[in-house]
């Protein structure tokens, strides 16, 4: 990023969205707000260089690159998802893994839509909302471990994408709707890859309360935040 570039990151769920902006040194955090501040929030107001929103919807499957096909691309994310009659289904190429992203951001209301059409890019144009798991697998291969574990919960659903080194072992998000319960996927899922937290780091790109962060603290070698 140079020094003319600046970044503001959305991520949006049924609740409500937090924001984070990096512009040069400056990096800004919101925490998670309401969809009635939306209008209300400077920062909101701004064009950026690079805008990304991400859309928390577990409405999502991963698919490999050579099994995908395009025009059957609902039919391929019904099959492991309950997908709204509605919903909107799209896909986009992930290569880090060889791999399709097939999905739809169709989670209910229009948070996400009214997001993509306040915060534009600087030459005036509009960033596609994409779903959560397709930032979750850009940014878990920049985790500097081995074992690469990240996480975002929000609105009672667990997102989990699990690597060892550039090996994609899961991608999957999980009901759970309160955090003993999001902690409980979690270390199914690392008993299930024999995976040992006291030598792991656990990151979040989703915000954490102290007392969540503390409790994982208890078993995992480090906690981080995005």
């Given amino acids: 990023m140079t020094a003319t570039d600046n970044r503001i990151s959305i991520q949006v769920g049924l609740s409500g ?24 929030v400077q920062e909101l107001q701004r064009r950026y260089s690079h805008v990304d929103i991400s859309v928390l919807s577990p409405y999502c499957a991963l698919i490999p690159q050579s099994f995908h096909n395009p025009e059957s691309s609902r039919e391929q994310l019904s099959e492991v998802v309950n997908l709204p009659e509605a919903a909107v289904v799209d896909y986009i190429p992930v290569p880090e893994f060889a791999s399709v992203l097939v999905y739809s951001t169709s989670i209910g209301g229009t948070l996400h839509k009214v997001l993509s059409e306040s915060v534009l890019k600087m030459d005036g144009n509009k960033a596609k909302p994409l779903p959560e798991f397709y930032y979750m697998l850009k940014d878990v291969l920049k985790i500097n471990e081995y074992n690469r574990i ?44 024999q995976l040992n937290p006291e030598v792991s780091t656990i990151c979040f790109r989703t915000g954490l309360q102290e007392e969540q962060e503390m409790s994982l603290y208890r078993y995992f070698k480090n906690v981080e935040q995005l």
């Fill in 150 to 193: 990240l996480a975002s919960y929000m609105d009672g659903i667990l997102y989990l994408v699990v690597a060892q080194g550039k090996t994609l072992l899961l991608c999957n998000s999980f009901k759970a709707p309160d955090f003993t319960t999001a902690q409980y996927f979690i270390f199914m899922v690392m008993k299930k890859l």
């Fill in 17 to 40: 969205y937090s924001f984070k902006i990096e512009d040069g040194a400056r990096k800004v955090k919101s925490g998670w707000m309401g969809p009635e501040s939306v209008f209300t």
